[in-house]
């Protein structure tokens, strides 16, 4: 192409251009979502699962949930304790979303405050008992049904060495998860 000729194919892409965005755009409104209506909910949740630390545990949480919209606001208390003693649990303040339906998802993160337990018998071991700070995080999908649900979650804390742990369960929901439009 000639240096002459930039100026030309300038002028033609300008011109299809304008053409183009003067057409009228049809929209098929069947393709938008109808509007989900997150409304507010407030729920009690408590369940058993298993847990990775202390090793092979079994893990349990209670927890209790306020939604306004696509936030929510969890406070839960959950834990986890081996055949031997050794456990580790938190106490945790969390917020984060949800997603909108009477089968939901919910995503939330925040400070918590973990005590862990070790089980040393007869022989002397370090750091045997203690607490630390660490962000808890508390993973769920759940189904509900008027006032009734179930839940899977994924939950624990990250933290100082003994004060983190991760756990899944199956748990019970009771209370009100909002109205659906």
Known sequence: MK???YPRALL????????????PVAVDKGAIPEHRSYGSGLWLSAGA???NAPSNAA?????LSYASGALVVVGRGAGATDIDGNSVGDMALLVGVRSAG???????????RSHWTRYCGFRSCQNPSGNAAAVGFD?????????AGLGLNVFGTAGPGNATYMA???SLDLGWFGRWQ
């Open 12 to 23: 033609l892409i300008a011109a299809l251009h304008t053409r183009a965005s003067a057409q």
């Open 59 to 63: 893990a349990g949480r209670v927890s």
């Open 3 to 5: 240096s002459s000729s």
């Open 49 to 51: 699962g298993l847990s």
């Open 168 to 170: 899944f369960g199956l």
């Open 102 to 112: 009477p089968v939901f998802g919910t995503a939330a993160f925040g400070p918590a």
């Open 139 to 147: 993973f769920g999908m759940h189904a509900t049904w008027i006032a």
